[in-house]
């Protein structure tokens, strides 16, 4: 990857995934976080961190896009949609993006990372792989050749993806990881395997075969067990609680 250059960053985020976020970029990169910001009716203070907290809607006024980067941090839900929707506004108000990159992460040549993208601690990303905009990929992730991940991708914890389904052979290939896919914590998916659209697989899980979109699959081998749309309610419910 290209050497990192200083930006001056607004983080978009007030909860925990902007509070480890700001941890992040303050210890192990070379960006400086100047701010945060958050849709009105979600600030009730100026000053978050210890940083200033400004309003989304009036961010440009204080912090213009030809001057400041932005990252989003929030977490995944609905589809991954408040994420990749803030995303898009961001854009619109002309911010540039920046990733976040572990300085104990290994990624190789030729590999492809969109914006937006978070990439923890221990991971290993080999030679010829894609990465789309505002995906997160936790620690200890191995990502091998030919791997395919889409956008608003969230990749749990010691996730293994694989690219040779007889080992060791000399024919390869990748995983295709569609859009605002979940990907829980230790979950291994076969050489070939495409995980589709909106899709969850759970932890643990060993997929085994394409994953249609909008369901979500568990188990040894992995099997469906319900909606991408029951998943969120789940979710939901959790968040309420």
């Known amino acids: 990857m290209a050497e990192q250059v200083m930006k001056k960053v607004v983080i978009f985020g007030t909860g925990d995934v902007g509070q480890l976020a700001n941890y992040y970029l303050k210890h192990d990169s070379p960006h400086e976080v100047v701010a945060f910001t958050a849709d009105s009716q979600y600030i009730n203070s100026t000053k978050y961190e210890g940083l200033p907290l400004v309003p989304f809607d009036t961010i440009t006024d204080t912090y213009p896009s030809a001057s400041f980067d932005m990252f989003i941090a929030l977490s995944y839900s609905k589809l991954n949609e408040v994420r990749a929707r803030k995303y898009k506004e961001a854009k619109q108000k002309g911010y540039d993006l920046i990733s976040y990159v572990s300085s104990r992460s290994v990624i190789w040549d030729n590999v492809e990372i969109g914006d ?126």
């Open 116 to 241: 937006n993208v978070k990439i923890g601690s221990l991971v290993h990303i080999d030679y010829d792989v894609k990465i789309g905009e505002n995906t997160m990929i936790e620690g200890s992730v191995y990502i091998p050749p030919l791997s395919v991940i889409g956008k608003n991708v969230f990749i749990g914890p010691a996730a293994a993806l694989t690219n040779d389904p007889y080992p060791p052979s000399e024919r390869l290939v990748g995983v295709t990881i569609e859009d605002n896919v979940v990907v829980g914590s230790r979950a291994v998916i076969r050489a070939g395997v495409t995980v589709g659209k909106n899709s969850v697989v759970a932890m643990g899980a060993v997929v085994t075969k394409d994953v249609p979109p909008n369901t979500v699959v568990a188990g040894v081998p992995a099997q469906i067990k319900y909606s991408r749309q029951e998943y969120d309610e789940k979710q939901k419910k959790w968040k309420n609680n």
